[in-house]
């Protein structure tokens, strides 16, 4: 049996804030429309998974209630978001970071870019996770999900491990990671058909809850 595997960003975080890992009203209400339109396309998981941060639970809480849903989530902490804020300050543990890394968007993921091409060549000095062993995890849950026998499996992660699944189910160069995580919207979808022959990408940073007249509100990266 094949599965249509939905995997979602989070939604809006709480960027610059002392609380990343909380979703916005704004993200509040882009959950609860994802489920909605997922709803309408038909979409009945019959399996959820989420990672163990507050914004991925609080996400799939906003879709289920969209969904018309009552599924109690199974915790992958594989499908966790890397430590950016970690990794950041490790690679300026010496100093010379640039003013506003943390709380301007446009020098923030600027300087990520760049900071993960460095952390994937091992170039970074005690980071607070190998690019490997993050690789490895987010794999890892994958195969869970895979593994879990159900037709409709549905996640909800972070940009970075959803870039990285791209990536490493496209055959894509190592590069393409974080070139595809700074590309996914909050609340996107990415679809993955998966058999028992392999696994293949059916749609990327699909958004069904964002129309002509609401997307000036409703779309967002961060």
């Keep these: 049996m094949s599965q249509m595997f939905h995997l979602v960003r989070h939604a809006q ?52 209630k969209g969904m018309n849903l009552d599924a109690d989530p199974v915790v992958l902490p594989g499908l966790n978001e890397f430590d950016f804020k970690g990794l950041l300050d490790a690679r300026f543990a ?12 446009r020098q923030h993921f600027r300087t990520l870019r760049d900071t993960v091409l460095m ?3 091992e170039e970074i000095e005690n980071p607070p996770e190998r690019f490997a062993d993050f690789s490895a995890r987010v794999r890892e849950a994958r195969e ?38 700074l590309q996914v919207k909050n609340c996107a979808v ?9 696994t293949w990408l059916h749609g990327f940073n ?5 129309q002509a007249d609401n997307e000036a509100e409703m779309l967002t990266y961060s």
């Design 13 to 64: 975080a709480s960027f610059g804030a002392a609380d990343y890992d909380n979703l916005s009203p704004l993200g509040h209400r882009q959950s609860e429309a994802l489920g909605t339109a997922l709803r309408r396309q038909g979409v009945q998981p019959d399996k959820v998974f989420i990672g163990a941060m507050k914004r991925h639970r609080q996400t799939w809480e906003g879709m289920a």
């Design 94 to 105: 010496k100093g010379g970071a640039p003013e506003g890394m943390h709380d301007d968007r």
């Design 119 to 121: 952390w994937q060549n």
């Design 144 to 181: 869970v999900i895979a593994a879990s026998g159900v037709k409709v499996p549905l996640a909800v992660s972070s940009g970075g491990a959803i870039g990285q699944t791209v990536a490493e189910i496209t055959g894509g160069p190592a590069d393409q990671m974080i070139a595809l995580q």
């Design 190 to 198: 990415a679809r993955f058909v998966v058999s028992r022959n392999g």
């Design 206 to 210: 699909e958004t069904p809850h964002i």
